[in-house]
């Protein structure tokens, strides 16, 4: 097993991408929200990453497998997260756009994740 496999995911590399996102759109935020929804965005984002990386190096299935529901969960929190800032009119509505492009593909590329730990069993 190779320790940094996780690197060469795409659903990771995808991801890294919903992170860096997540940091540029919330510079438009204002400041009372940089120790509420900001800090929220920050950690649920990082966490879909971070999930990946873990459970890619676990040994069980069942493991792997819980860790990429975990990195979905935490996806799907960014994604309400941004919908709540968009109706606050802290983002555009393009910006959501991007976000729920990105969203999208890195769910996609998660439930294949899933799929393959599935035939593993």
Known sequence: MEIFGYRRLIAYQKAKNVVKLTYKL???????ETYAMCDQLRRASISITSNIA???NRLSVK???HFIEISYGSLME???QFE???DLGYITSEDRLSMDLLIE?????????QKSYKTLN
Request: aromatic share 4%; net charge neutral; glycine share 8%.
């Open 26 to 32: 919330i510079k438009k935020f204002p400041s009372n």
């Open 54 to 56: 873990e459970g890619i």
């Open 63 to 65: 493991d792997k497998s």
């Open 78 to 80: 960014v994604s309400s």
């Open 84 to 86: 709540i800032a968009e």
């Open 105 to 113: 593909e890195v769910s996609r590329l998660l439930s294949g994740l």
